[in-house]
């Protein structure tokens, strides 16, 4: 975890999850302008949420947002099946990404690339498990191949990965200018005290 104060962190914590409420995918209408921010929440959480229960905690969250539109949104059943157990390990790549950054982190710009790094590594480690279990493992689509599968992932991944980006971008840039700030208010207060 980032160095982030208990009260930031119960800040950060209170943003991503409603955030992970109002933009769970099919659940309110009103927000469909925003991109899903499930995968940035469990990114965002193991970067700056130092508990471990915060995980279990965001994917009960998920859990129960999908079964109140599966039972009463109106919401089609159709992605609730037996893999749907595999959203465990896939959101947890995303959450261990983050935390696995959190030891490589350096407050400058070069380490612009070592989050890019983690972020698609957990990315891909994410959606191989979410839409890979799904399409080999819930039964809803007849003779799953590989190239198939291949095919989709080209299709479906990079709009699940541009809406983590767009997110861990506002994140990012938001904590740039906290330590910016921070920093700057420093310096002044120092040569105040000379």
């Known amino acids: 975890m980032l160095p982030v104060s208990r009260s930031m962190q ?43 229960w915060v995980f279990p905690a965001l994917f009960v969250a998920a859990a129960l947002l999908d079964l109140w539109a599966v039972t009463w949104g109106g919401v089609s059943s159709f992605c609730i099946s037996p893999a749907y157990a595999l959203l465990i390990p896939a959101y947890g790549a995303l959450w261990s990404a983050g935390r696995l950054y959190v030891a490589a982190y350096r407050p400058r710009w070069s380490n612009v690339a070592v989050l890019g790094a983690y972020l698609l590594v957990g990315a891909v480690v994410c959606d191989l498990l979410s839409s890979g279990g799904f399409y ?33 971008g506002i994140a990012a840039g938001t904590h740039t200018a906290a330590l910016v700030l921070s920093s700057s208010a420093r310096r002044r207060a120092e040569r105040q005290a000379k």
Do not use: K, M, N
Request: proline share 7%; glycine share 6%.
């Open 10 to 52: 119960v800040w950060v914590g209170l943003v991503l999850g409603a955030l992970l409420i109002a933009t769970r995918e099919y659940h309110f209408a009103t927000l469909d302008l925003l991109p899903s921010a499930s995968w940035s929440a469990f990114f965002l959480a193991g970067i700056f949420l130092s508990p471990i």
């Open 136 to 168: 080999f493992l819930s039964g809803r689509f007849q003779h799953p191949a590989l190239a198939t599968f291949g095919a989709r992932f080209v299709t479906y991944f990079p709009p699940y990965l541009e809406s983590l980006l767009f997110y861990v």
